[in-house]
């Protein structure tokens, strides 16, 4: 990995006054103490802020439902981590030997949780409105095409689609709950019999964990 993280303050298009909030920021709770998690809990709310004033300038005759919809798909996990991806965050995470092993500079959770933390330590290190700027800098091309994306969620999509083609409905079932009781993951499968395709996600709640495997199921069914 690389370890010379001003040369991510090139991705982000934002260089840091204090390049220890930005160290702070890649730093994985995995390692202990002086982690990302505070910066975490303050990017989640600076990011939700901003895209919800975003929403609103832009979008004037949309009710509050559609806002709520567009605002979920933007600040949601797999979003972030496909943005953390798209800047190369993955390759500057410091993570402990466990995660480090498993390949966790690239599981979406901890990318996405890498970009709130960020996004926290450029708040600190400057004014929420440079960290509006980035934001929108970084999402300009899904804002500008936020009315084309489909509004529903993955099961609601993928049921639809198998019905359209005369299929069985999906079954989902639970692999396996890991973690103690307040932070627990659920491994679910998604199975289409008709194609005997099985697919794995998962999420901090079966819901979650469910509506993963069945995005990605829907990406695997029409990529073939």
């Known amino acids: 990995m690389n370890h010379n993280i001003a040369n991510l303050s090139k991705n982000l298009g934002y260089t840091f006054n204090d ?3 930005l160290k702070i920021a890649l730093s994985h709770r995995s390692i202990g103490k002086n982690n990302n998690e505070r ?21 004037g005759a949309e009710n509050e ?13 797999d979003t972030l981590a496909s943005i953390a991806r798209q800047l190369d965050v993955g390759q500057y995470l410091k993570l402990g030997g466990g995660e480090l092993k498993s390949g966790g ?4 959770s901890i990318l996405a949780d890498a970009m709130e933390a960020i996004i926290g330590a450029i708040t600190l290190d400057s004014t929420i409105e440079q960290a509006r700027e980035c934001i929108l800098s970084w999402y300009k091309e899904r804002l500008d095409n936020i009315k084309s994306l489909d509004l529903k969620d993955p099961k609601t999509r993928l049921q639809e689609y198998l019905q359209a083609k ?10 396996s709950i ?18 005997a395709l099985t697919i794995t996600s998962e ?16 990406e695997q069914i029409q990529k073939n």
């Open 203 to 218: 999420g901090s709640s079966r819901r979650i964990a469910e509506q993963k495997s069945a995005e990605l199921m829907l």
């Open 178 to 195: 890991n973690g103690k009781e307040h932070a627990q993951i659920f491994q679910v499968d998604c199975h289409v019999s008709e194609l």
């Open 39 to 59: 910066l975490e809990f303050l990017g989640d709310s600076v990011i939700g802020y901003v895209m919800a004033e975003e929403l609103y300038r832009r979008f």
């Open 105 to 108: 500079f690239r599981r979406a």
């Open 65 to 77: 439902g559609n806002l709520s919809r567009y605002r979920s798909l933007l600040v949601k996990g």
């Open 166 to 175: 005369k299929f069985h409905l999906p079954k989902y079932k639970v692999v």
């Open 19 to 21: 390049l220890s909030l």
